[in-house]
């Protein structure tokens, strides 16, 4: 059974930093796409960033970019997420996702182009 388990949440302070990882298990071969979601409470599900496992193409949210960065394990199947200069607004429950294939990059943002999904893990910011 395909599984991904997220890891690495936790509390920090505004303008700390806080590395996310998520690791997938019960699959042979890598995934096409890796990326990251978040939501916050009443709010809902918002990309945060993606990568192609087989090559360096990588998509943030415009919120994220220059203070987040995902970086992929082929050989393990793994993708983390840096997240520096974090800020309150940053704040949620984040998600690890992954998909077989995506026919378009304009797709990457969407949700329902993955596949798998894992549980969670809850990121805090104090001002």
């Known amino acids: 059974q395909e599984q991904l388990a997220e890891s690495g949440g936790g509390l920090v302070q505004a303008g700390g930093s806080l590395r996310l990882s998520c690791a997938a298990s019960?699959?042979?071969?890598?995934?096409?796409?890796m990326g990251w979601f978040r939501q916050a409470p009443g709010k809902e599900r918002e990309f945060v960033a993606a990568k192609t496992m087989s090559s360096d193409y990588t998509k943030y949210a415009d919120s994220v970019k220059g203070r987040f960065t995902i970086n992929s394990d082929n050989a393990k199947n793994t993708v983390s997420l840096q997240m520096d200069t974090l800020k309150p607004e940053d704040a949620a429950v984040y998600y690890c996702?992954?998909?077989?294939?995506?026919?378009?990059?304009?797709?990457?943002?969407?949700?329902?182009?993955?596949?798998?999904w894992g549980q969670g893990t809850q990121v805090t910011v104090s001002s």
């Open positions: 996702a992954a998909a077989r294939s995506v026919t378009l990059r304009s797709r990457f943002r969407h949700g329902d182009s993955y596949d798998l």
């Open positions: 019960g699959r042979t071969s890598t995934y096409y796409l």
